[in-house]
């Protein structure tokens, strides 16, 4: 029975750990259709936003959960400015200047702060479930996941801010004739989904510690999840996240955690050969 | 008479999208060599139609025969390769490349160089654009581009010619000399042109299918289809909607 | 536009160049110029696998680092377990084009869209790369060759002379295999875009709906291209681990990727020629510019690739035709598109 409820833990944990991996990205994704492939370095830059400030003083909870999203948010808004918007409508143009944004970031990291592994001890301690101890951190990563989607969805549904994002997501030509400037829509889009990847990457500051190339261990896992979520947001994060979380921690259970990104790649392109749109492509179309 | 067989047929053939039906319950047969026009306001669902005949689209149910053979659901480039043409409603041509490279791109599916070379500068003979050979295809003007994507679709050598609106964009004088040609076209295969305007209708059109709503609404001779009040109101209606 | 070989002289000046620098260039260069020249002409074939599929058939592949890496270690892995290398070469180039068509399976009947494209094949390359890194155990090996994890393969063999596997290679010869390589390769592409395959591959660049419309099997065709692609860039792989006698799993990294993009974009999407200058030219000033060690050369190859993306898109060669283009009809207006470049379809 503790078993059970250990693994039923790990798996939700793992759903969750992708649906925070992949949110930022998401949103950026439904709302604009573009990929932001430096979405591995704006999580690095999270991390070390997290860390730098906490060994200046600042409080853990306040670096992680203020100001890293702040503050990535913020870059985003400025690398919508100067980058994407001038991409709009060449969507394969603007995932490479992003992929050159990601080694960019890579090499000015590692020219002020040394290609070196910084850290963080893990907050929280655990819990003892019968025999097992669980990380107190894993529960909060669970809920946090579950925060951020309920909060991505008051706001689209219940907001005059989510009105104007969904009508722009429908129909961005309608939208503007509506009097709706979409340029601002998705300078705000980029700097919203830059700030939750921001606070992504502070949340995986003490798991993992922060080094300038980091992001290449987590792109992987968020790409696939994007992707084979399709263009909804929500849905498609918890659907995508779901499904290959489960297999994902399957396969971790079965072989360890080496072939788990393999799994997932290879679950999500099958699942991209019967829908190539994504789950939300087909299933779920209407929902968020 | 062979020339009686029907070439293509479609039963209870339905196209929906979501919830729209786009193409409901069409039973539409086409003989061996016949010229049919297809007419309908904006929307009844023609293009629709070509793009389920021609494996664009999947029908949702029923199904098409060309042949004889049933080539429901089957992938556009094995019907294509069964004998069908079609020029798109929006021209659909390779921008970058010469108008002869278009042609002859067709031609040679069926032909060895030479032959297909001979074929592509007939053909652009035919269309009247031998002069437009060597311009790049981005740049010609609309009508231009209708003739250079009707000589192509007829350098395959189909023997089925589905044209959707090959006269929109075009001059009064281009016009009689497509008119002519989709004429002698159909003297060698089954043409379906779905046309707007009525002045080129009327100079070829015999037996006519109206489709309305996605369904055929009305199947006779041009002569009595234009008298037709009934026609008329979902013509009018539709454009009424416009003025509106 | 039309492409007819016998009367560009842009193809005769590179296949001329190809085998002037093929027979001379070891008469005048001393040992350090011909490695490095060597390791050029290796990056060449490797941007070649992109430039061609970009650039004559519309398939961005943001992946060729996988191909690469395949080759490379299925080179490595074949010529310690076999003690020759002649078997593994053509396995370098088979694996990589075997593996390329089982995924582009996926990717085209999937029917993805560019950016779905994308992100399959940047995500493939990284898979390989985190796996190929796990491999450190002893419990890793194919045959006696230990993968070895991310300190890689050492003492990968030298190229033997066909059929005598203790006849090595030295440098100067090792750069004449190369270069008929490169040059062969490149005058082999050549025909075979002029060549009616490669006319129906421009054509499903420009527009696929009017290629299956006109009955070619779309589908078909690129995978066909695609897997062509990804046995090029493994057999540059091949090429590149027999030419260090060493890999470890950077082959398989991004940075390798996107270097083929970079390099083909500088050159120039839909030329052959261009990519493969650029290659030499921006090798070269990342060479002088890591020397001062001022620069992180990530940070260099992001700099350059966000700037061609925004003020250069159209690529070094083409932008200088054009500009030459321009002086010649000075005052007149000339409308050109940008050839390779998909149109979005999100």
Same mark, same amino acid.
């Given at each position: ?8 833990l ?22 604009m ?47 919508e ?7 709009y409508?060449r ?49 909060l ?66 798991l993992?510690g ?19 979520g ?5 849905a ?17 259970f ?23 749109q ?11 | 008479m ?10 209870k ?15 539409f047969?086409?003989r ?43 992938e556009?480039?094995a019907?294509?390769?069964?004998g ?17 490279e ?46 250079v994507?009707?000589?192509t679709?007829?350098?395959?050598e ?18 009689? $000399?497509? #008119?002519?040609?989709?004429l002698?076209? *159909?003297? &060698? /295969? ?8 009525? =002045? ?17 609404? $009305?199947? #006779? ?5 234009m *008298?037709? &009040? /009934? ?8 454009? =009424?909607?416009?003025?509106? | ?14 296949t ?16 350090f110029?011909?490695m ?17 599929i ?59 869209s ?9 995500v ?63 005058v082999l ?12 591959s ?85 060479l ?18 966000m ?35 998909v149109?979005?379809?999100?």
């Amino acid at each position: 029975m503790d078993y059970t409820i250990i693994v039923f833990l790990e798996i939700l944990r793992a759903i969750s750990w992708l649906v925070i991996l992949a949110a930022g990205l998401a949103i950026i994704f439904g709302m604009m259709k573009v990929i932001n492939f430096a979405h591995g370095e704006f999580l690095m830059l999270g991390g070390y936003i997290t860390i730098m400030s906490h060994n200046a003083g600042v409080p853990l909870w306040i670096s992680m959960g203020v100001l890293a999203p702040l503050v990535v948010g913020v870059f985003g808004i400025i690398v919508e400015r100067l980058v994407i918007r001038h991409l709009y409508g060449r969507i394969i143009d603007s995932l490479l200047a992003t992929w050159g944004l990601s080694l960019l970031m890579i090499g000015g990291v590692t020219m002020v702060f040394g290609n070196t592994v910084q850290g963080v001890s893990t907050p929280l301690g655990s819990l003892s479930i019968g025999a097992y101890q669980v990380p107190g951190y894993n529960l909060l990563l669970i809920g946090i996941a579950v925060a951020m989607m309920m909060a991505i969805w008051l706001v689209l549904r219940f907001t005059s801010a989510g009105l104007i994002a969904r009508a722009t997501m429908q129909n961005p030509d309608m939208a503007e004739t509506l009097g709706v400037r979409t340029s601002w829509v998705y300078m705000a889009t980029f700097g919203l989904g830059s700030a939750v990847t921001g606070l992504a990457g502070g949340l995986l500051a003490p798991l993992t510690g922060v080094a300038p190339s980091m992001g290449v261990n987590f792109v992987a896992q968020s790409f696939i999840t994007v992707i084979t979520g399709g263009a909804s947001m929500i849905a498609g994060t918890l659907s995508a996240g779901t499904l290959l979380g489960t297999i994902s921690q399957g396969v971790t259970f079965a072989t360890g955690p080496v072939y788990g990104d393999a799994a997932l790649l290879l679950a999500a392109l099958i699942l991209l050969r019967l829908l190539p749109q994504g789950i939300t492509g087909r299933i779920f179309r209407k929902s968020l | 008479m062979s020339d009686l067989r029907p070439i293509l047929t479609t039963e209870k053939l339905v196209m929906q999208f979501g919830g729209v039906t786009a193409v409901d319950n069409v039973d539409f047969s086409l003989r061996e060599g016949e010229l049919r026009c297809l007419l309908g306001p904006n929307g009844a669902g023609k293009s629709t139609f070509f793009k389920c005949l021609t494996g664009q689209l999947t029908p949702t149910s029923g199904r098409v025969r060309f042949d004889g053979q049933d080539i429901t659901g089957w992938e556009t480039h094995a019907i294509v390769g069964m004998g069908v043409g079609i020029k798109t409603q929006v021209p659909n041509l390779f921008d970058g490349l010469s108008a002869y490279e278009n042609v002859r791109m067709s031609a040679r599916r069926k032909h060895l160089r030479p032959m297909a070379k001979e074929k592509a500068e007939e053909m652009l003979e035919k269309c009247g654009i031998a002069h437009l050979a060597r311009r790049e295809v981005g740049l010609l003007a609309h009508g231009q581009r209708q003739l250079v994507e009707l000589a192509t679709v007829l350098a395959g050598e189909p023997r089925l010619v589905l044209l959707d609106e090959p006269a929109a964009g075009m001059a009064g004088d281009e016009r009689d $000399r497509l #008119a002519d040609l989709v004429l002698e076209t *159909s003297r &060698r /295969a089954a043409v379906v042109v779905v046309e707007h305007d009525m =002045a080129f209708i009327r100079r070829i059109a015999k037996f006519t299918t109206v489709f309305n709503r996605g369904a055929i609404f $009305r199947e #006779a001779m041009i002569d009595e289809i234009m *008298s037709d &009040r /009934a026609v008329q109101e979902i013509y009018l209606g539709k454009q =009424a909607d416009v003025a509106a | 536009m039309e492409t007819s070989l016998r009367t560009d002289p842009g193809f005769w000046f590179m296949t001329a160049l190809g085998l002037v620098l093929l027979f001379l260039g070891p008469l005048f260069w001393d040992l350090f110029q011909i490695m490095q020249i060597t390791q050029y002409v290796v990056l060449s074939v490797y941007v070649l696998s992109l430039a061609y599929i970009w650039g004559f058939g519309g398939i961005l592949s943001f992946g060729q680092a996988a191909f690469f890496g395949l080759g490379a270690y299925t080179f490595s892995v074949a010529a310690i377990n076999m003690g020759e290398t002649t078997f593994p070469f053509v396995l370098a180039f088979a694996i990589p084009a075997i593996f390329g068509a089982a995924l582009g399976y996926f990717m085209f009947y999937g029917k993805l869209s560019d950016v779905y494209m994308g992100v399959v094949t940047m995500v493939v390359t990284l898979i390989f790369w985190k796996l190929i890194n796990h491999t450190a155990g002893p419990e890793y090996a194919i045959g006696d060759a230990r993968l070895g994890g991310f300190n890689g393969i050492p003492s990968v063999p030298v190229l033997n002379v066909p059929g005598d596997a203790q006849a090595w290679l030295d440098p100067g010869q090792m750069f004449q295999v190369f270069m008929a390589i490169l040059t062969l390769l490149y005058v082999l592409l050549r025909i075979l875009i002029a060549s009616d395959f490669g006319r129906i591959s421009m054509g499903i660049r420009e527009n696929e709906t009017r290629a299956a419309l006109l009955g070619y099997d779309v589908r078909r065709h690129k995978v066909i291209m695609f897997a062509l692609g990804a046995g090029i860039a493994g057999m540059a792989g091949g090429m590149w681990a027999t030419y260090q006698t060493f890999i470890d799993p950077n082959v398989f990294s991004l940075e390798m990727s996107a270097k083929a993009l970079i390099w083909t974009m500088a050159g120039g999407v839909g030329t052959l020629a261009g990519p493969i200058v650029a290659v030499v030219l921006l090798q070269y000033l990342s060479l002088k510019l890591g020397e001062m060690h001022i620069l992180n050369n990530n940070f260099i190859l992001g700099g350059i690739m966000m700037v061609l993306v925004l003020l250069v898109p159209k690529g070094g060669l083409p932008t200088l035709r054009d500009g030459i283009a321009a002086l010649r009809v000075r005052g007149s207006v000339r409308r050109s598109g940008t050839p390779g470049k998909v149109a979005p379809d999100v």
